[in-house]
């Protein structure tokens, strides 16, 4: 069992910067990928970065040289650093690990991030 606890959410203005940290515990045997996903009011959840333990990374076009993606490998921790925010940034942000075999996902609670215009 793995746990995840989001935090660093808030509301910023469009061109700000917010920096989010995801703390795991538990089992981490077997966890490589780790990332963030956001979901908007009235949309479906969505891919926002991930990363590997060996620290390859992967990003949504929308987020691309404006979002970076990090890992502790030592602290268990993730972090998004998140800059020039827009208004489309708004929603609620999700950490996952995922577990290859056998394979499920773990998901944090989630922190609210809005970025006003």
């Known amino acids: 069992q793995v746990q995840l606890v989001e935090s660093g959410g808030g509301l910023v203005q469009a061109g700000g910067s917010l920096r989010l940290s995801c703390a795991a515990s538990?089992?981490?045997?077997?966890?490589?990928?780790m990332g963030w996903y956001r979901q908007a009011p009235g949309k479906q959840r969505e891919l926002v970065a991930t990363i590997t333990r060996g620290g390859s990374t992967n990003y949504a076009g929308s987020v691309k040289g404006r979002f970076t993606i990090s890992r502790d490998n030592a602290k268990n921790t993730v972090y998004l650093q998140m800059n020039n925010l827009r208004p489309e940034d708004t929603g609620v942000y999700y950490c996952?690990?995922?577990?290859?075999?056998?394979?499920?996902?773990?998901w944090g609670q989630g922190t609210q991030v809005t970025v006003s215009s």
């Open positions: 538990g089992s981490m045997l077997g966890i490589n990928d």
């Open positions: 996952n690990a995922y577990r290859s075999f056998p394979e499920y996902r773990y």
